[in-house]
């Protein structure tokens, strides 16, 4: 897909969801969040459903777990504006509770598709939701830190996913919060495994496309962090083709 592919289909989504009505939370929603971001980026991050400020702005994380979430990229040097940030939901539960099933399954083909268009290496899952689509039967205290090898049926065609807490849980609790410091700090790693991955270079753990199977929950050591390192020069491989833009790693 070119670029302009790519932008015309996210385009299409977005309109897509704007206009949804396949399941009740649209009857409460005051605007979609479709999702937003660079739309050539290599990582993805996936939340869980629109709360009050979003459901008023249409646009995803932007109020206090949005504010996290900010902080949490800029502690690796990375801005909003580098990655994509969708959620599981598109429209806001009433009153912020949790996604019902047959919601999640409702509004999964529009997450699918956005996977599809954007290609990315890495998918950032944020919260027990986001998890469940990409880990099933994962729990989130046991899995945040880890990777694991996206299945193909998600829209992810050859990405790594990495599970990290919910910034709204991380905002509650103080060690949380640490947790999510430290497992944001391993994603430049991950995003390196995943260009090495894809562009069939030998992992260490086996985990090139054809090779052996990657074991599940892999754990991502840590970058240093992003004030005590020298930083590295942007990697030269596009994550696609036609896409000279590239994320740095720290
Ligand atoms: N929480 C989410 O999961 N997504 C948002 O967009 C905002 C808060």
Redesign the pocket.
Known sequence: MTRDERRAALEQIANEVRACTACRLHEGRTRA?PGEGDPDTEVVFV?????F??DREG?????R??GLLVGLLGSIGWQRDDVF????VKCRPPDNRDPEPDEIAACAPFLRRQLEALDPAVVVT??R??MGTFMPGARIGQVHGTTTPADPATGARDALVFAMY???AALRTPALERDSLDDIARVPAVLQRSRDRRAGTPQPGGDAPGGSPIADHVPTPAAPPAAASAPVPPVESPAHPDDASQLTLF
């Open positions: 969040v939340g869980e459903g629109p709360g400020n979003e646009r995803p994380f932007v109020g777990a949005g940030i969708t959620n599981v944020l919260g939701y986001s919910h910034p709204a």
